[in-house]
């Protein structure tokens, strides 16, 4: 018998090393290539310019309209997001029993919008664009770009709230403190990690999307002065870019490629330094 128990443990640790190993080749694979191939065009030129004329036929200019603008629309959706998801997630938490009916049925809710394609968000955006006669914009692809990332950041929020030990909020509650008292002083408090995590991951999802933002924010090669103008960002680059037959366009777009894939990897990292710094004043 416990022959058998260490075949088995030995057999899922080979397991999780072969898994680990994988998904550590993928990263190292994707990031490797888009340096590689974009190498050529890595330039803080091209990092601090916007696109001059005869960019997309190899001539001057660079990216920054387009990290600029993905900074623009990532921060604005995640703004707006996040006001959805923290009233939801406290209410059905807070103010509603959490395993109730209610309460389940938002969470399934939000799962199936998780599942939902963002092209699919990105058609009901344009939609609504045309029937209120709104221009494609900063503004309609942040509220289009809003709701994908808006599961993300509630089921998130969500997770972190029923984590939280349920006599915190009995003691509280015996020693007379009311549902807001007990809200931003024991639930915040002790959620806070998780919530700027929920926040991080939902950012990080929001700049790397193209499909909802790409009938809704249209692109341009300035930079975003307007809510009501369109913006450029880094996916609708790269994917503009590597569409062109000339090679000098397209290194460039290998190297917004990996621009963009550096600062999903400093996002993924702020995420869980945050998450490892605030943690530490949590109770358990």
């Known amino acids: 018998m416990n022959l058998r128990k260490k075949i088995e443990e030995n057999f899922f640790k080979l397991v999780m090393s072969v898994s680990f190993a994988i998904l550590a080749i993928a990263l190292i694979s994707i990031v490797a290539i888009v340096f590689i191939k974009g190498f050529k065009a890595l330039s803080f030129k091209m990092l601090f310019t916007i696109p001059q004329g005869g960019y997309y036929l190899g001539k001057e200019g660079g990216i920054f309209n387009a990290i600029i603008g993905?900074?623009?629309?990532?921060?604005?959706?995640?703004?707006?997001?996040?006001?959805?998801?923290?009233?939801?997630?406290f209410y059905i938490n807070v103010y509603r029993y959490t395993k109730s009916k209610f309460s389940r049925s938002v969470r399934f809710l939000l799962d199936i919008l998780w599942g939902i394609p963002s092209i699919v968000y990105g058609a009901f955006g344009f939609g609504i664009m045309l029937i209120f006669k709104i221009p494609a914009s900063l503004l309609a692809g942040s509220l289009t770009l809003s709701f994908v990332i808006l599961p993300i950041m509630a089921r998130t929020m969500d997770e972190t709230l029923r984590m939280i030990p349920f006599e915190m909020k009995q003691t509280a509650y015996s020693l007379g403190a009311t549902r807001f008292e007990i809200s931003h002083k024991v639930i915040l408090r002790q959620a806070f990690p998780g919530l700027l995590t929920a926040i991080l991951l939902a950012f990080g999802r929001g700049i790397g999307d193209a499909a909802s933002i790409l009938m809704t924010a249209s692109y341009t090669d300035s930079l975003p002065t307007s809510f009501l103008r369109p913006v450029a960002t880094l996916p609708l680059c790269v994917l503009f870019e590597l569409s062109t037959p000339f090679k000098e366009v397209q290194e460039r777009g290998?190297?917004?490629?990996?621009?963009?894939t550096i600062l999903m990897l400093i996002i993924s990292l702020l995420a869980r330094l945050s998450f490892k710094s605030f943690s530490k004043y949590v109770v358990k």
């Open 254 to 260: 290998f190297a917004a490629a990996f621009v963009l």
């Open 70 to 89: 993905s900074i623009a629309v990532g921060s604005l959706a995640t703004l707006l997001s996040f006001l959805y998801a923290f009233c939801i997630v």
